[in-house]
């Protein structure tokens, strides 16, 4: 009996192994958009795939420090464009742009990967305009990014690459990063269903924590204080400054656990783009793997307890 289980395990991941290796023709005809390219995983990804021979275009945020240095860093194939998501005019320009460079090829791959992490805090320090912020860039923009360029998608017959979060799966601190991660999840799995039927295939990457921009300490810090400064007298007394100073340690410890390998992510992306036949979601990190994943089909309770066992407690707490 225990035989034919491992027997049957061991086909289940030789096929699975079989099919994924299995890649798409053609590299270098195929045109692949990237959103935030200027740091992280976008810009990685930008020269990972130009090294492979695809035809690039790079939307980056700001010109001096991210289109400028990622031209730099890479062939004369990669394209760059100014994008910033929150913007309608900009997506229409970009959307044109993309229009003239893939001709009647259509855009083979579409990777919603801009983000923005902070202000990260819990709830009630913040007021609604920061979880529109977060909100506006981590799924408003990344929705009609991909709406304004789904025809040309639809016509390549490609892929939607959207990247969510571990935080997707499970929410670990409060402000608009983890709503956002969810809604991303949320719309990507309702888009894969429709667009089956056109052969457009979509994956959901969900990183753990990775040093990047984006977990930057100091930027953390900066906007938690700033935050903590702004919530009101009620606040301050119910949590108390000991606790704000003990939650930043928290979000300190967290982030010095973080992998600095984000080829991880990046391979994920690119495997997504290229494979026959891609992953409906990929998990990078061993905390997304090990840790976060599992939690996140615990009973409630349970994880309510593990995550908040060793948090500190509100001046005003019962
Ligand atoms: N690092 C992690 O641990 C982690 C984990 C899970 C998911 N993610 C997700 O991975 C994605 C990439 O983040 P990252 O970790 O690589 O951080 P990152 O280095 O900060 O990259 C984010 C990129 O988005 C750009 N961006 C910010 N606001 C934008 C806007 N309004 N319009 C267009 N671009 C904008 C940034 O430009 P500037 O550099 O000019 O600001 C930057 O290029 C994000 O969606 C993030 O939520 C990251």
């Known amino acids: 009996m225990w035989l034919y ?5 061991a086909l289940y991941f030789l096929r699975r192994w079989y099919r994924e290796r299995q890649t798409v023709g053609n590299l270098p005809d195929k045109h692949v958009f990237i959103t935030g390219c200027d740091s992280g995983f976008g810009y990685l990804l930008a020269k990972q795939l130009d090294g492979r021979g695809l035809r690039v275009l790079a939307a980056c945020l700001t010109e001096q420090g991210g289109a400028e240095r990622l031209r730099e860093a890479t062939s004369g194939r990669l394209q760059t464009a100014i994008l910033d998501v929150t913007r309608s005019d900009n997506i229409a320009a970009a959307t044109a742009w993309v229009k003239g460079q893939v001709g009647d090829r259509g855009l083979w791959g579409l990777v919603n990967n801009a983000g923005i992490g902070v202000p990260t805090a819990p709830n009630e320090w913040l007021s609604k305009a920061d979880f529109v912020k977060v909100l506006d860039v981590n799924l408003i923009g990344l929705i009609e990014v991909t709406l ?3 025809p040309l998608v639809r016509r390549a017959r490609g892929r939607v690459v959207n990247v969510a979060s571990v935080m997707g799966r499970l929410t670990v601190f409060g402000g608009g990063y983890c709503p956002t991660k969810y809604g991303v999840e949320a719309f990507s ?3 894969r269903r429709e667009l089956r039927d056109f052969g457009v295939k979509v994956s959901i990457i969900e990183p753990g924590g990775f040093r990047t921009q984006i977990l930057d300490l100091q930027l953390v810090r900066k906007s938690l204080e700033q935050v903590w400064s702004c919530a009101s007298a009620n606040v301050k ?5 000991q606790y704000f100073e003990s ?3 928290k979000f300190k410890e967290l982030l010095s656990t973080i992998s600095p390998n984000l080829h991880l992510v990046t391979d994920a992306m690119e495997h997504a783009l290229t494979a026959q036949h891609p992953r409906t979601r990929y998990s990078c990190g061993w905390d997304a793997k090990l840790l976060y994943l599992p939690v996140s089909y615990l009973p409630t309770s349970w994880a309510d307890y593990l995550l908040t066992r060793s948090m500190p407690k509100p001046a005003q707490g019962i």
């Open 148 to 150: 304004s360029l789904l």
């Open 5 to 9: 289980l491992v027997a049957l395990l």
């Open 237 to 241: 007394e119910a949590y108390g400054q």
């Open 189 to 191: 799995d309702s888009l």
């Open 247 to 249: 939650y930043f340690e």
